[in-house]
């Protein structure tokens, strides 16, 4: 969740709304007795870049944003 999640390229409520669907997935390969490690395959980080490469990018304009927001705001 935290890798998709700070990958500022990814569009922040596209992300969510997917990260929600895994959970979703993974709560009901819990309940049929699956370990997270038989939903992910091999490479947690692999299925994170293949689900961020298949997701819409943010806006530049506000990676720039936020990114200058943050600045000022550990600036004071």
């Known amino acids: 969740m935290l890798y998709i999640r700070t990958d500022l390229r990814v569009d922040e409520h596209v992300a969510e709304e997917l990260l929600m669907d895994v959970l979703d997935h993974l709560i009901e390969a819990q309940e049929d007795g699956k370990d997270a490690r038989d939903f992910f ?36």
């Open 41 to 76: 395959v091999d490479s947690l980080e692999a299925y994170a870049d293949e689900l961020i490469a298949n997701m819409p990018t943010e806006n530049k304009r506000n990676i720039i944003l936020f990114l200058l927001h943050s600045f000022f705001c550990f600036q004071t």
